[in-house]
């Protein structure tokens, strides 16, 4: 493992330690990513955590855990959508799930591209992967998926969840 992936690890680690512990960096800490850009949605998701833990099994739901501020997880909450912290042991994942209308969609579609997430064609729909954080990004029928987990190192990695997720989002129609 490159240094540099050690350090951008560490980084997401950080991160989600801070979710996972329910505190955010103090008043000296630097932002890794500009805000997400306000969002407005269609739709309320209605898809429950407990849904997508059945659906992906060997994770657990902390009900205490919820995405921390800033993630894209908290941002598809707050619009009425869905989002969940899932443990394995030390790994986590963080899911979130919500239907932008067209504009929120073109403005997180710009967010993910200007802060390093590259086109991953490999993905469903039209999707964004970055590497270093593990964070992928999925655009499909009005619905914006975003999963997060510092175990994913290539959108191959993430192709099975979001399958599920999708089958599960699919459900609710």
Do not use: Q
Request: net charge negative; charged share 20%; glycine share 14%.
């Amino acid at each position: 493992m490159s240094a540099y992936r050690i350090a951008a690890t560490m980084v997401v680690l950080g991160v989600v330690g801070s979710v996972v512990a329910g505190c955010a960096g103090g008043a000296g800490s630097a932002p890794t990513r500009v805000p997400v850009p306000e969002l407005t949605s269609t739709g309320e998701a209605g898809i429950e955590c407990d849904e997508l833990l059945e659906a992906l099994p060997g994770w657990e739901l902390d009900p205490t855990l919820s995405p921390g501020p800033g993630t894209p997880a908290e941002a598809a909450l707050g619009v009425g959508g869905t989002g969940c912290v899932l443990s394995k042991g030390d790994t986590h994942l963080l899911i979130g799930i919500a239907h932008p209308d067209e504009a929120s969609a073109t403005a997180l579609k710009n967010y993910f591209l200007s802060n390093g997430l590259v086109s991953a064609e490999e993905l469903d729909g039209t999707a964004y992967f970055d590497a270093v954080t593990g964070d992928a990004e999925i655009f499909e029928d009005g619905r914006w998926i975003t999963v997060v987990s510092d175990s994913f190192e290539s959108p191959s990695d993430v192709e099975d969840v979001v399958a599920t997720i999708e089958g599960v989002s699919a459900a609710h129609g």
